[in-house]
C-alpha cells in the first residue's frame, strides 16, 4: 500500500505522521526514544501492515518531522496525554497500539488509564515493565547526564564507527546494521535539538533508586488483550520481565525471538509483521455479535 505524509496539529503542536490504508480498527505504530522515528522503526513496515486497515505511525514530540518544544516535560505523562489527543485528532476513538520501548510504555498506561480507546495491544521490548536501570548505577549516571548525551550525539554525528557501535546495544545481528540505516540514524542525530527530548525523559524517569515508572503491578488489571514481542538477548529491557508481564496479564501472548535484540522491528521485520498481523487479525470472542 502507498504511504502518505500528514502533517498535522495536536495542542498547539506540529505533528509528522505517516499513514496508509483504509478501513478499520485503525492501528498506530509508536516509536521508541533516543535517535529513532517513525521512518527509523516503521517506514519499511507500514504498508505491509496497511493490507486490512489504516495504519498511522506519528513522530513523537521532541523527534522526527515533529515539533520540539522547549521547556516541555518530556515524561510518560506528557506522551500519554499526547497520544490521546492525536487519536481525538484522527477521528479515532478506539484503536490497536503497537509500541516499541518507549512507545510500548507510552501504549501501556493509555491502555490501562483508558481502556475504552485500546482495542489490541503490541509491546516490543516495552518500556514500564519493570523498575531496574540497564547498567545500574552507571546507567543511572549517565541516564541523567547532560554532558553524557552531548558527548554522546557529537561523537554519532561525526563517526559511523561510534554509531556502529553503540547500535550493537540495540541490535544483535550486524547484517541489521547497512549504510542506509547508519545514514538516516546520523541525520536525525544532527537535527536541530536533537537528544533534547531523550534527556528530558530520561531525567524524568531514570530515578537512584530506579524507574520511574514501573506499570508491573497494575498488568494483572489490564482488560486489553495483548502481545508481548521481545528479543531474547535484549540489553535494553529484559526478556524476564516480558515474560513475567506474560504471567501477569490476564489476556496475554508472548513472541520471543531468540538471538535478537532491541530494535525488533529493524532486526527481525519478517517475523515481527507475522505476528503482529496475526494478532491484530484474530477474531476476539468477546467483539464476535451473539
Same mark, same amino acid.
Given at each position: 500500500m502507498a504511504v502518505r505524509e500528514l502533517?498535522?496539529?495536536?495542542?498547539?503542536? %506540529?505533528?509528522?505522521?505517516?499513514?496508509?490504508?483504509? %478501513?478499520?480498527?485503525?492501528?498506530?505504530?509508536?516509536?521508541?526514544?533516543?535517535?529513532?522515528?517513525?521512518?527509523?522503526?516503521?517506514?519499511?513496515?507500514?504498508?505491509?501492515?496497511?493490507?486490512?486497515?489504516?495504519?498511522?505511525?506519528?513522530?513523537?514530540?521532541?523527534? %522526527?518531522?515533529?515539533d520540539r518544544p522547549r521547556g516541555a516535560s518530556y515524561d510518560l505523562g506528557f506522551y500519554e496525554r499526547f497520544l490521546r489527543r492525536l487519536l481525538d485528532e484522527l477521528g479515532i476513538a478506539r484503536a490497536d497500539l503497537v509500541g516499541l520501548s518507549l512507545g510500548g510504555g507510552v501504549a501501556l498506561s493509555l491502555a490501562l488509564h483508558r481502556p475504552r480507546r485500546v482495542r489490541r495491544l503490541v509491546l516490543v521490548g516495552s518500556?514500564?515493565?519493570?523498575?531496574?536501570?540497564?547498567?545500574?548505577?552507571?546507567?543511572?549516571?549517565?541516564?541523567?547526564?547532560?554532558?553524557?548525551?552531548?558527548?554522546?550525539?557529537?561523537l554519532v554525528r561525526r563517526s559511523r564507527r561510534a554509531l556502529r557501535l553503540g547500535l550493537r546495544n540495540v541490535v544483535c545481528d550486524p547484517a541489521a546494521i547497512d549504510d542506509g540505516l547508519l545514514e538516516e540514524l546520523a541525520r536525525?542525530?544532527?537535527?536541530?535539538?536533537?537528544?533534547?527530548?531523550?534527556?528530558?525523559?530520561?531525567?524524568?524517569?531514570?530515578?537512584?533508586?530506579?524507574?520511574?515508572?514501573?506499570?508491573s503491578g497494575s498488568l494483572p488489571r489490564l482488560e486489553v488483550p495483548t502481545l508481548l514481542v521481545h528479543g531474547s538477548r535484549d540489553r535494553i529491557v529484559p526478556v524476564d520481565w516480558a515474560v513475567r508481564a506474560h504471567r501477569l496479564i490476564p489476556r496475554s501472548e508472548l513472541v520471543v525471538l531468540e538471538g535478537c535484540g532491541h530494535w525488533v522491528?529493524?532486526?527481525r521485520p519478517g517475523e515481527f509483521i507475522r505476528a503482529v498481523e496475526r494478532f491484530l487479525s484474530c477474531p476476539d470472542p468477546a467483539e464476535r455479535p451473539r
Open positions: 502533517r498535522l496539529r495536536v495542542s498547539g503542536l %506540529g505533528v509528522r505522521c505517516l499513514a496508509s490504508g483504509e %478501513g478499520e480498527p485503525a492501528a498506530l505504530l509508536l516509536h521508541g526514544a533516543s535517535l529513532d522515528c517513525a521512518d527509523l522503526s516503521f517506514g519499511h513496515l507500514i504498508g505491509t501492515l496497511s493490507g486490512r486497515r489504516r495504519v498511522y505511525a506519528p513522530d513523537w514530540p521532541g523527534y %522526527g518531522g515533529s518500556y514500564g515493565l519493570g523498575r531496574r536501570v540497564p547498567w545500574g548505577l552507571l546507567g543511572v549516571v549517565l541516564g541523567r547526564s547532560g554532558l553524557a548525551a552531548r558527548t554522546a550525539y557529537g536525525q542525530a544532527a537535527l536541530p535539538g536533537a537528544g533534547r527530548a531523550f534527556l528530558s525523559f530520561r531525567r524524568s524517569e531514570v530515578r537512584w533508586r530506579g524507574l520511574r515508572s514501573d506499570l522491528p529493524r532486526e
